[in-house]
């Protein structure tokens, strides 16, 4: 983040704060909205949401359906000092799973005839700005460059090469020591307070709202929960209105209809059904 945007930040963080905007009211922490949640919800500004109405990146709540997340049964195992092992044997029939899905299955919209033509690792959701296009064609470079920092080596920097990585015993040896990694640092130290924050999409309907994960973070998110923590530290990177439906941008492209983009935002506020795989 540059120094600019960091600066912009800080002060309207700062009038949040001044304006006593930081805080959610009691009827905000039990998933209702007022007249002065959209601005404690404004884009790019620091939030601290509760668990109890949170959401995974795969879209399951974290206080009741966290298992359903494999990502979150990996980080539970791990709490549970499970033996890598069955760990590892239990993360690989979901890759083995995902590996020949289409974005269509993904989803669970088999009959999403231009989902069908993608991989699993390149779906969009109906709200985001990037089209399963660019997705598909943006993916694996991005891939690449996030799963290097993270320790895993690849053959080399070819397409070819790094989605054969995707779905690697290799990589799923790095998700879990990744994880265990986390796990262990933020159990024993804390979370280190930095600028970065994860960053959150606020979900709304009517007079109610809830929160779930965006891109970055999502390790801290499954740790913090897994340790207990009642309220998560976040930034706000966007609210997805269920009204703004028709002008969602891959609804406007044709990707979802109105009625899928409908049924997956209501299984996002529900909680319940795991969406997006693990790649």
């Known amino acids: 983040m540059n120094e600019l945007k960091k600066i912009v930040f800080f002060i309207i963080d700062a009038l949040k704060k001044l304006f006593l905007l930081n805080n959610l009211s009691k009827k905000e922490l039990q998933g209702f909205s007022s007249p002065l949640t959209i601005l404690r919800f404004l884009p790019n500004t620091i939030v601290k949401v509760p668990y109890s109405l949170g959401r995974t990146v795969r879209g399951v709540s974290f206080d009741k359906n966290i298992l359903l997340d494999p990502a979150g049964r990996m980080c539970s ?3 549970k000092q499970i033996e890598n092992k069955t760990i590892f044997d239990d993360l690989s029939k979901i890759f083995i799973e995902q590996k020949n899905m289409s974005a269509a299955d993904i989803v669970h919209l088999n009959k999403n005839e231009k989902l069908k033509h993608y991989p699993a690792w390149a779906i969009v959701m109906p709200w985001e700005e990037l089209s399963i296009e660019e997705m598909f064609d943006s993916y694996p470079q991005y891939f690449f460059k996030n799963r290097s920092t993270n320790g895993l080596i690849f053959e080399n920097e070819s397409r070819e090469s790094i989605i054969k990585t995707m779905y690697s015993k290799k990589f799923i040896q790095n998700r879990i020591d990744q994880m265990a990694k986390l796990y262990k640092s933020i159990e024993e130290h804390g979370i280190i ?4 924050l994860p960053k959150i999409k606020i979900l709304s309907k009517n007079n109610h709202w809830r929160w779930f994960m965006g891109d970055g973070g999502n390790h801290r998110s499954f740790v913090l929960s897994c340790l207990g923590h009642d309220f998560f530290l976040a ?13 969602w941008h891959n609804v406007k492209n044709g990707t979802y209809s109105v009625i899928e983009a409908q049924n997956i935002f209501e299984s996002y506020f529900e909680g319940s059904r795991v969406y997006r795989g693990m790649v």
């Open 77 to 79: 195992n791990i709490s």
């Open 193 to 196: 307070k930095n600028f970065d």
């Open 235 to 247: 930034r706000v990177s966007s609210i997805i209105d269920i009204k703004d439906v028709d002008n």
